[in-house]
């Protein structure tokens, strides 16, 4: 049985990592079942398209409203790293500035909800 240090920072990047390239990959094997019936691509197709796109890279040719919930999205996936990286998942009374990781993570839900708020 392995022996717990406390520090779940690790596992937190990990899973934040395993959890973006899951969705992708669903996603791409959604696509890959869903083209060859080319007649079947219903609202929530649409809807989980539009999730992940929303939370890409902006391009050119898209809307100032649609770039900036992108960012939104963008801002707080780095807001949990850079919570990560100040202390987030160690024992909160180890942490060495416990108020910067709570102005991270509150910048971070703040960017999450400004992300949704795209329709």
Not at 10 to 35: D, G, H, M, Q, Y
Not at 44 to 65: C, F, H, N, Y
């Amino acid at each position: 049985m392995p022996v717990a240090t406390g520090n779940t920072a690790p596992a937190l990047t990990s899973i934040t990592i395993f959890f973006f390239c899951w969705a992708v990959l669903t996603f791409a094997l959604r696509l890959w079942v869903k083209l060859p019936k080319r007649g079947s691509w219903g609202v929530d197709d649409i809807v989980i398209s539009l999730a992940l796109v929303r939370t890409g890279i902006p391009k050119p040719e898209q809307s100032v409203l649609t770039r900036r919930y992108q960012l939104a999205a963008l801002v707080n996936v780095c807001a949990t790293f850079q919570a990560v990286k100040h202390g987030f998942g160690v024992a909160w009374s180890a942490l060495s500035d416990p108020q910067r990781v709570e102005k991270v993570l509150y910048v971070g839900q703040l960017s999450y909800v400004a992300s949704m708020g795209a329709h």
